[in-house]
Nanobody, 123 residues
Framework: QVQLVESGGGSVQAGGSLRLSCAASGSTYVNYCMGWFRQAPGKEREGVAAIFGYGSTTYADSVKGRFTISKDNAKNTLYLQMVSLKPEDTAMYYC?????????????????WGQGTQVTVSS
């Protein structure tokens, strides 16, 4: 079992920055790979970024160059640094853990999910 708790969301103006955190717990956390997803009202949940166990990363085209996923294994924490935010980045953001599909940005590949943190970007 893996428990995930996101934080760091909020409201910012376009061009602003936020850093999301995802605190993970559970005895098997180290065996999982992590990802960030988002879901806007009326839209499907989409993969934003994912990180492999050894640190390699992958991003959705819409956020490349603006978002950075990272993790601190000592703190059991996953991060998503977001800069140059746009109104279209407005969504609920979730972190998730997958046991077998490291690097995937497909939600159905992930086994455990946090409760989400809201990001709102105004123009």
């Amino acid at each position: 079992q893996v428990q995930l708790v996101e934080s760091g969301g909020g409201s910012v103006q376009a061009g602003g920055s936020l850093r999301l955190s995802c605190a993970a717990s559970g005895s098997t956390y180290v065996n999982y790979c992590m990802g960030w997803f988002r879901q806007a009202p009326g839209k499907e949940r989409e993969g934003v970024a994912a990180i492999f166990g050894y640190g390699s990363t992958t991003y959705a085209d819409s956020v490349k160059g603006r978002f950075t996923i990272s993790k601190d294994n000592a703190k059991n924490t996953l991060y998503l640094q977001m800069v140059s935010l746009k109104p279209e980045d407005t969504a609920m953001y979730y972190c998730a853990a997958t046991r077998f599909f490291c690097g995937s940005k497909s939600p159905d590949r992930y086994n455990y999910w946090g409760q989400g943190t809201q990001v709102t970007v105004s123009s």
